[in-house]
């Protein structure tokens, strides 16, 4: 038998925030669908910019999708500086047309995105502005910072000194690197319109001549060449802010979260060079603002690039006059031409120019939210300072949305006040979501979570699920959930020259007990050029997430929906978490069914599947492999202690409980954390066709450790 091949891997764990517990007493300020109560924070000021204290319930009206909702609760919040004079004895006090100022414990998360070298300097120097301001009773401070993963660096305390250091480590965090192509896309774009205006313009005067036609050829296939060269440097460019875009706003999404059960007034301020999106995340976008929204947390945007922003307006423009060029080429050809890809993407061009203005998504993004930009300057200090006050006086509002229907929709908020000379400052909405077990982030999870409590469960076509259990630790199991789903039963609409699809996927852990305890969901929009149709309806959908998880009893609940063609298909099965960790584990056997390259710059994760630049694709449920073919295992083991006594691997191959092949090693020692990934590659000639159980048994001293699975293999030589 082959000799088995050792790969070693790391893994990385994402750090849970610790939050502060909030005061004894505290009215809550969340959004309580429960209860059918929405409570917002409002911030009001006078003309001169300064925190107007006495507005009346009557002076405020609330509109939702507008529609005026009744006020049922009011009243005025303040948190006091320990700067600040002894408060007036209650008997002294003077009357006041407004409820008493109320103090209460806020939260303050500081977020540095990813951040180049200047970004980082201005950051680190409004940030330590922002800790010199005067304290404020009960404001609980924390620093995370965005790589190309969020990273805890302090969780919630009020000690200054101790944020300080915090916002210097977070300060010197370097981000991925960022493009640097897009100048010379747009380079290569203007040469390209420059010889396709000339051409147009030789032939519009009457024709060309032989001569002509021969540069004329040559020119167009200059331009073809530039054409290929920008589109693949405005791809990589997409991509990128697609990738740095999802990693700002999940965490963004996860913060807000995290801070939904808390009670008190809540602030992200956000230290970023523009907030990089694309139209594929724009309901993530919209997502992140309901979510922030709903836990009651304003988030307030710090450009920190100071005076540098103009670029922004100029990407924004070029993008829209690349559009209007594609369009004014298809009304000049008349047909006769081959549409380009610009041509065929004009009004998806125009729809990413929307969001190519990355201070402008800063800006949505916390007016939306209820804060407002702090950029255009590198005097950040006077800002801060302003949205400190934010969090020192405001408003509470508390109404009864008249429309109950939790349906997903975005509801539209609006407040305005019947008093003049005064501004106002508030959320813009929210997305009406269920409460309870499995809350949605997304509005297209309410299906998923109703095909989930269907009775029967629907199974329109087939997908398969399987559990992978891996190290069992102090912090809960290490769990990673499979699912693939083969595209030969799903629907495709073709437009133009290619093939669209659209999918979603969820998986659950749920408890008999405790409901919903982990959730894991991802849309899945596909579009293949028609080449590629044939090979995309005989593959499959292959979905993974790690996870950890307490010990005890679960069902695993898996839904897979067909979006165009209104199917979905789940799946139920009943897991069993294993208790204590022992001095020697082994993980689950996984069966590899392909690797995949991980891209440069992804997201470190805890994926026991990423073994240094690979990622391992396992088989789902028990393959059947040709005579031909190769049998890759893939396990890891769990010890602990040094290298002595060494771990010995046995592998066996049974057929109708008969030893049909073994093989033996000796494992390499365990890395810091006391784990041996391991490969091995075994022809599947050696055991003839049927089904085949393949057991491991790790051992080492007095202690063992088994796992085992099945495949077969056909009949015949393929």
């Given at each position: 038998m082959k000799a088995l091949h050792v790969l070693l891997a790391s893994s990385f764990a994402v750090p849970t925030p610790v939050l502060a517990q909030a005061q004894t007493g505290a009215a809550p300020s969340v959004f309580s669908a429960e209860t059918g109560v929405v409570v917002l924070d409002v911030v009001v000021r006078d003309k001169k910019g300064r925190s107007v204290r006495d507005l009346l319930q009557e002076q405020i009206e609330v509109y939702e999708d507008g529609v005026r909702q009744e006020v049922t609760g009011f009243r005025m919040v303040e948190t006091k500086r320990r700067e600040?004079?002894?408060?007036?004895?209650?008997?002294e006090a003077p009357p006041s047309a407004s409820p008493a100022p109320t103090p209460q414990v806020s939260l303050c998360t500081l977020l540095f995105d990813q951040l180049g070298p200047e970004g980082r300097r201005l950051a680190r120097q409004a940030a330590l502005e922002y800790l010199d301001l005067p304290e404020r009773i009960g404001e609980h401070i924390a620093v995370f910072a965005i790589t190309n993963r969020l990273n805890l660096i302090q969780q919630f305390t009020t000690d200054r000194a101790v944020l300080r250091k915090a916002v210097e480590t977070a300060a010197g965090q370097v981000a991925p690197g960022m493009s640097v192509e897009t100048e010379r896309a747009e380079q290569l774009s203007r040469q390209e319109g420059n010889i396709m205006s000339s051409l147009e313009a030789q032939a519009s005067s009457g024709g060309l001549g032989p001569e002509q036609a021969g540069a004329a050829a040559q020119a167009g296939q200059q331009a073809m060449m530039l054409r290929m060269a920008m589109d693949a440097i405005r791809m990589t460019d997409r991509l990128q802010r697609q990738q740095q875009g999802e990693a700002s706003l999940f965490a963004l999404i996860a913060l807000a979260r995290q801070q939904q059960r808390l009670a008190g007034r809540k602030t992200i301020v956000y230290f970023s060079e523009g907030l990089r999106t694309t139209s594929a995340l724009e309901e993530t976008f919209k997502s992140t603002i309901s979510t922030a929204n709903r836990s009651n947390v304003s988030v307030y945007a710090v450009d920190v690039r100071g005076l540098t922003t103009g670029s922004d307006y100029r990407s924004g423009r070029d993008m829209t006059q690349k559009a209007v060029e594609a369009v004014r080429r298809q009304m000049v050809s008349r047909g006769g031409a081959a549409v380009t890809r610009e041509e065929a993407m004009a009004s998806e061009t125009i729809e990413?120019?929307?969001?190519?203005?990355?201070?402008?998504?800063?800006?949505?993004?916390?007016?939306?939210?209820?804060?407002?930009?702090?950029?255009?300057?590198?005097?950040?200090?006077?800002?801060?300072?302003?949205?400190?006050?934010?969090?020192?006086?405001?408003?509470?509002?508390v109404y009864s949305p008249r429309k109950v229907a939790l349906d997903g929709a975005f509801r539209r908020l609006e407040v305005k006040l019947k008093r003049p000379n005064v501004t106002v400052q508030a959320r813009s909405g929210y997305f009406a979501l269920p409460p309870g077990e499995g809350t949605a982030t997304f509005p297209y999870e309410l299906p998923l979570l109703a095909s989930l409590r269907a009775d029967p469960p629907p199974r329109d076509f087939n997908h398969r699920a399987a559990l992978f259990h891996f190290d069992r630790g102090a912090s809960g199991s290490l769990e990673s959930v499979a699912l693939e789903v083969p595209t030969e039963r799903l629907a495709f609409q073709k437009h133009?020259?290619?093939?669209?699809?659209?999918?979603?996927?969820?998986?659950?852990?749920?408890?008999?007990?405790?409901?919903i305890i982990e959730k894991f969901v991802q849309d899945y929009p596909v579009e293949v050029p028609d080449a590629s149709y044939e090979a995309l309806k005989r593959g499959s959908i292959f979905f993974t997430r790690s996870f950890r998880i307490e010990p005890g009893r679960y069902r695993l609940e898996t839904v897979v929906m067909d979006e165009i063609g209104k199917k979905s298909s789940v799946g139920k099965s009943d897991v069993q978490i294993g208790a204590e960790p022992t001095p020697l584990a082994l993980s689950s056997l996984a069966l590899v069914k392909r690797t995949e390259r991980v891209p440069e710059g992804a997201l470190e994760s805890e994926d026991p599947f990423r073994v240094g630049p690979v990622r391992l694709v396992p088989?789902?449920?028990?393959?059947?492999?040709?005579?031909?073919?190769?049998?890759s295992v893939f396990l890891t083991a769990f010890t602990s202690g040094d290298a002595n006594p060494p771990v010995e691997l046995q592998l066996e191959f049974l057929k109708d409980g008969t030893v049909v092949g073994r093989s033996s090693a000796v494992l390499p020692a365990p890395d810091d954390k006391g784990r041996v990934p391991y490969m091995a590659t075994i022809p599947c000639d050696r055991f003839g066709s049927g089904r085949v159980e393949l057991r491991a048994t790790l051992s080492r001293g007095a202690h063992s450790s088994a796992a085992s699975t099945f495949f077969s293999v056909a009949e015949g030589g393929s």
């Open positions: 600040a004079a002894p408060s007036l004895d209650a008997a990413e120019s929307l969001r190519a203005n990355t201070q402008d998504t800063l800006s949505d993004l916390a007016q939306g939210t209820g804060g407002f930009l702090i950029g255009n300057t590198n005097d950040l200090k006077a800002g801060l300072e302003r949205m400190a006050d934010d969090t020192t006086v405001y408003y509470e509002v133009g020259a290619d093939w669209h699809g659209h999918f979603r996927i969820m998986a659950v852990m749920r408890s008999p007990t405790r409901g088989h789902v449920g028990e393959p059947t492999l040709a005579r031909n073919e190769s049998l």
